[in-house]
């Protein structure tokens, strides 16, 4: 764990939802109970079906939220960038995290106890009413998701999955997408299988709207891949 008061005053700093919404007075009151932690690339920090040990907030790093089905299959539910909450579905009457999570790369995380998220809560409305709207958008999205992975194609599902980690991710220099995924976990995302992932990447390319170098995937022609989902509208900005 990471300790000192101005280390979490400057973490707390790059999570918007929480920045905004407690004022440093109250911040330098509860601020010996706030947990800093520092995860490496592939660390697991929430195990699926482990006790709840409240939110975790990113404040730098990139994390993968999954579930296991049979045989271990590993589903991707979601991926979480700096600012943004893990666990948020262990708040409240459960028991066990429904999830896992594991850091795509080095990762420090604030976490925040059920019992001090609850004292927090009841005394902040402003923080509560922009949770309300955060669990109201999740819950939307997963809706849609839900949707749209039962009408979808697997070409249709491979192009969302790319233009979700575009939207989200977006690109570095060289113009790949910013995120660097295995072709499994493009699978695990998109609900498919690895094979129908690769053939569908190498049919893209050859359409001319992907280029492909080892794992980095670029896109050409965003505007197209957008046009091939079009039906499915009501998730793009999900």
Same mark, same amino acid.
């Given at each position: 764990?990471?300790?000192?008061?101005?280390?979490?005053?400057?973490?707390?700093?790059?999570?918007?939802?929480?920045?905004?919404?407690?004022?440093?007075?109250?911040?330098?009151?509860?601020?010996?109970?706030?947990n800093?932690?520092?995860?490496?690339?592939k660390?697991?920090?929430?195990?699926?079906?482990?006790?709840?040990?409240?939110?975790?907030?990113?404040?730098?790093?990139?994390?993968?939220?999954?579930?296991?089905?049979?045989?271990?299959?590993?589903?991707?539910?979601?991926?979480?960038?700096?600012?943004?909450?893990?666990g948020?579905?262990?708040?409240g009457?459960?028991k066990?995290?429904?999830?896992?999570?594991?850091?795509?790369?080095?990762?420090?995380?604030?976490?925040?106890?059920?019992?001090?998220?609850?004292?927090?809560?009841?005394?902040?409305?402003?923080?509560?009413?922009?949770?309300?709207?955060?669990?109201?958008?999740?819950?939307?999205?997963?809706?849609? %998701?839900?949707? =749209?992975?039962?009408?979808? #194609?697997?070409?249709?599902? +491979? $192009?969302? !999955? /790319?233009?979700?980690?575009?939207?989200?991710?977006?690109?570095?220099?060289?113009?790949?997408?910013?995120?660097?995924?295995?072709? %499994?976990?493009? =699978?695990?995302?998109?609900? #498919?299988?690895?094979?129908? +992932? $690769?053939? !569908? /990447?190498?049919?893209?390319?050859?359409?001319?709207?992907?280029?492909?170098?080892?794992?980095?995937?670029?896109?050409?022609?965003r505007?197209?891949?957008?046009?091939?989902?079009?039906?499915?509208?009501?998730?793009?900005?999900?």
């Amino acid at each position: 764990m990471l300790g000192t008061s101005l280390n979490i005053m400057s973490y707390i700093e790059s999570i918007e939802i929480l920045h905004k919404n407690l004022p440093e007075a109250y911040l330098e009151r509860i601020k010996d109970s706030i947990n800093i932690i520092k995860c490496s690339k592939k660390q697991q920090f929430i195990l699926e079906g482990t006790p709840v040990n409240g939110l975790f907030f990113i404040c730098s790093g990139r994390v993968k939220v999954f579930k296991t089905g049979i045989n271990d299959r590993e589903q991707i539910l979601r991926f979480v960038k700096q600012g943004e909450i893990v666990g948020h579905r262990g708040f409240g009457t459960r028991k066990s995290y429904a999830i896992s999570a594991i850091a795509l790369e080095d990762t420090i995380l604030c976490n925040l106890s059920n019992e001090l998220l609850d004292k927090m809560l009841k005394e902040l409305p402003a923080l509560t009413y922009d949770l309300m709207l955060f669990y109201a958008n999740e819950l939307s999205a997963s809706e849609s %998701k839900v949707k =749209a992975i039962a009408q979808m #194609t697997v070409r249709e599902k +491979v $192009i969302d !999955t /790319l233009l979700y980690i575009d939207r989200k991710f977006g690109r570095n220099l060289k113009g790949y997408l910013d995120l660097q995924l295995s072709r %499994k976990e493009i =699978a695990a995302f998109a609900g #498919t299988t690895d094979d129908q +992932v $690769i053939r !569908t /990447l190498s049919s893209l390319k050859k359409d001319g709207l992907i280029n492909i170098v080892g794992k980095r995937i670029g896109i050409h022609d965003r505007a197209q891949l957008s046009k091939e989902i079009s039906d499915h509208n009501f998730f793009l900005q999900s």
